[in-house]
């Protein structure tokens, strides 16, 4: 970062320090750190809410790591960790602030990211087309598939061969026509020859730098791997869709937390009305078939909508079979008019299994047409459970937090203090829900809550945190320093700890004094309804008779 921009940020610095610390001293599974020198001038900065966290573990299994505003058109070096929920929306898992632009410090920077998040590693990570953060990603998440944003080269692009877009209209068009619509590999590689060849542009280096990355940014070679992207066009666009709106060139440091903030609750509001919407509406059905009433049920309305034009799209995509081996069948299946575009699809089943040539349930997880010919061609009726992956259902945040990539990527942290948190979190919700129901309930659960809450005052008072636990809890309020390039530096003795823990429990104990009175005040409203009620029929009676005489 410039020494002009270092001393643009100012104080602004300390006032998210200020903001980050007193969001800890909240909420414990608050998780931050700094990098660097004590002064906190010259390290990044990183930050999760407990939310963030949750949804890693839901939904960690692809990243988009966006350092947009790191260039110097901003006036905030602000980064942010995102990803998809189940309704294809953005969501949040984690922020920086980059003060320093090194390796070691975006080395830093993921480590601690990954510290954060338990230690589960994702199975991809998109990124902007930066040297640093290749090398960085490559050293800490060397299992990570790395892609690096399309929208981000080609805009590049555009700037690095601006004579040759001016000079020949056609060759925007025809180049992302190489790049996004090739569908093998070869194809790829035959149409870009035919590009360069047409353009004279055989010898240029920046389209040779490109190629040479070819593996880490065009979609022929990113199929065999889960992005989560609908299309092969979706994701061509800005990395930073989650703060955009938000976040632009003339926010200051100053302003950085309170759009932060707006953010967070905007995005999260949406989530809430998809949410109300999976739950309460119901879609159009536009086949017979059980399996769009199944997929109905299972996805949320967004990833349902998705499958339901694959679905559809059977009806013009036949399978024919062209071998059949006695254990695996093979299966051509085009569009008709279209059968220079066929794909291929191997069937077993006793195993009910299928791969297509397109990869695009490996690559978004969702089921393919060309799976869907052949699975109506052999009369399969209902979406074999492979083939659902619960983080695109509407009980994707319900129940245990499972890894349906497990076999892609080791998972060493199932045990981890954050998942614990997030189970019980999501328990104690069910709870509500079900407690909340009539008033009976609302008493038996209240009981129940209290002495539930006796246990654990008394296993809390009987068995210490261990040391694996608290520095899975961020230490229990701990900032991370460097010595040399990174150092972890406890800042709460035992004593606050302790404190905290006193500070908790009698906030506990004035929550459940506050539903006491809630109770009571419920309780009174419900006698007022019933006098109401029975004063009102003892008019309606006393109507009825006066009309009879």
């Known amino acids: 970062m410039s020494a002009t921009r270092h001393r643009a940020l100012g104080g602004g610095v300390n006032h998210v320090l200020d903001y980050l610390r007193r969001m ?3 909420n414990p599974s608050f998780f931050y750190a700094i990098q660097g020198d004590n002064d906190h001038t010259g390290g990044s900065i990183f930050w999760a ?3 963030s966290r949750m949804n890693y ?4 299994d692809t ?9 110097n058109r901003y006036r905030v070096p602000f980064a942010s960790f995102t990803g998809l929920n189940h309704h294809g929306q953005p969501v949040l898992f984690g922020c920086a602030l980059i003060l320093n632009d090194s390796e070691a410090s975006f080395a830093w920077l993921f480590q601690t990211w990954l510290h954060a998040m338990s230690d589960r ?3 991809s990570i998109t990124t902007d087309p930066d040297r640093l953060i290749q090398m960085a990603v490559t050293q800490v998440l060397p299992e990570t598939r790395l892609r690096f944003n399309r929208w981000s080269i080609f805009k590049e692009t555009q700037e690095k061969l601006a004579h040759i877009y001016q000079s020949q209209p056609t060759f925007e068009i025809e180049f992302k026509k190489c790049v996004n619509e090739t569908e093998t590999i070869n194809e790829f590689e035959s149409s870009w020859v035919l590009l360069l060849e047409r353009y004279f542009v055989m010898d240029n280096e920046w389209l040779q730098s490109m190629y040479n990355a070819r593996q880490q940014w065009v979609p022929a070679y990113m199929r065999d791997t889960f992005f989560g992207d609908f299309s092969i066009t979706e994701r061509n666009i800005g990395l930073n869709s989650f703060f ?7 926010t200051t440091i100053q302003m950085l937390i309170k759009q932060y903030e707006k953010a967070v609750a905007s995005w999260h509001e949406k989530e809430l009305k998809s949410d109300y919407d999976t739950t309460n509406t119901s879609p159009v059905l536009k086949t017979p078939s059980p399996m769009e009433k199944q997929a109905a049920n299972l996805y949320t309305r967004r990833i349902f909508m998705k499958f339901q034009e694959e679905l559809v799209e059977t009806l013009a995509n036949p399978a024919t079979k062209i071998d059949d081996s006695g254990t695996v069948a093979t299966y051509r299946v085009a569009k008709f008019g279209e059968e220079h575009k066929a794909h291929t699809v191997n069937f077993t089943s006793f195993e009910m299994k299928a791969n297509c040539s397109c990869q695009m349930f490996e690559h978004s997880g969702i089921i393919c047409r060309h ?7 052999k009369n399969v009726l209902t979406l074999p459970s492979q083939y659902v992956l619960k983080r695109w259902t509407r009980n994707a945040k319900i129940g245990d937090m499972q890894d349906e990539h497990a076999t892609e990527l080791p998972n060493n942290s199932r045990e981890s203090l954050t998942d614990r948190s997030n189970t019980l979190r999501q328990e104690a919700i069910k709870y509500v829900e079900e407690g909340a129901k009539s008033i009976h309930i609302y008493n038996v659960a209240m009981d129940a809550l209290q002495e539930a809450l006796k246990k654990v005052s008394s296993a809390k008072n009987q068995s210490p945190v261990s040391a694996e636990d608290g520095a899975l809890s961020n230490g229990r309020n701990q900032e991370l320093h460097a010595a040399g390039d990174t150092e972890t530096v406890a800042c709460q003795s035992a004593d606050e700890k302790e404190k905290k823990i006193r500070e908790l429990t009698t906030e506990l104990e004035s929550i459940n004094r506050r539903c006491e009175v809630y109770r009571a005040n419920l309780l009174a409203v419900l006698r007022d309804m019933e006098e109401q009620k029975l004063k009102l029929s003892v008019k309606v009676q006393n109507a009825r008779l006066n009309l009879r005489e």
């Open 49 to 51: 809410d407990a939310t």
């Open 371 to 377: 799976i869907l010919a052949v699975f109506r061609a």
């Open 57 to 60: 573990a839901y939904f960690g």
């Open 63 to 71: 990243v988009i790591f966006d350092t947009t505003y790191r260039t």
């Open 24 to 26: 800890q001293a909240e």
């Open 121 to 123: 590693r994702p199975i």
């Open 244 to 250: 955009e709106g938000f976040v632009n060139a003339s």
